[in-house]
């Protein structure tokens, strides 16, 4: 397993600097939602609940032309952003529907009252690094400091984003080297000191674009 402890930088006050974030890094369009995917479906079997944000590329002409956002807790998907719609807000590239934002931080923001394990934010990048999209989100969380938590970051963002966030304590999975099942088994074994888990392995949990995975106090639907 390629797990790496990667320092920070900046003094966290002890009772938020335990608390672990797990991160999945890969280069774009290498696999990373597709591990998250795939790793929330072994960790909801093992009876882990978690809430945040599921970010889905919509592919267009075999190229990606946008997102959806689906948050994690209630199932529900909104369209994020796309390259054609001018009249919703810029950054970068892509075009942000006002909606699809209030919507992420909205199921981020829920992550704060509901009864979780785990909150996800998929991904942190180059918006939130300059302050917009999910920024304001992770500044809140870690403020806060009372939730482990799963990233998506772009390998070539890793440190960049661990010293914005001054994160001391991360475990760091790569696409190319981790299965979902070991890395679902990693953090669960840090959620709980005991825990009762089922050891599922890849052969037993198939993840399919078309099958509804439903979890106690949480859904996830796989869009494919």
Partial sequence: MSEKMMPGNV??????????IFIITGEPGEGKTTLLTETLCFLGAKGI???G????????????YGFTV??????????????ENRAWIRHGPFYFNPEG??????AL???????????????????ELNGNVWAESVDRLRELGAFPMIWVVRKSLLEAVIQR?????SFVFEVEKDRPSLIAEKITNHLSPNPSVLGLSDKEIKPDSKIRYAFSRGAFLSAG
Avoid: M
């Avoid at 944000?53 to 990606?64: C, N, P, V, W, Y």
């Fill in 53 to 64: 944000i599921l970010a889905s590329g919509k592919i267009k002409d075999g190229t990606r």
């Fill in 11 to 20: 003094n966290y006050p002890e009772h938020k600097a335990h608390k672990p």
């Fill in 70 to 83: 689906k948050d994690l807790w209630t199932g529900k998907s909104v369209e994020l952003c796309n390259k």
């Fill in 109 to 127: 923001l829920t992550s704060e009252k509901v009864d979780q394990d785990l909150v996800v934010i998929d991904e942190i990048g180059c918006f």
């Fill in 165 to 169: 966030w001054n994160v001391k304590n």
């Fill in 49 to 51: 609940r978690y809430s």
């Fill in 101 to 106: 934002v209030f919507h992420g931080k909205n």
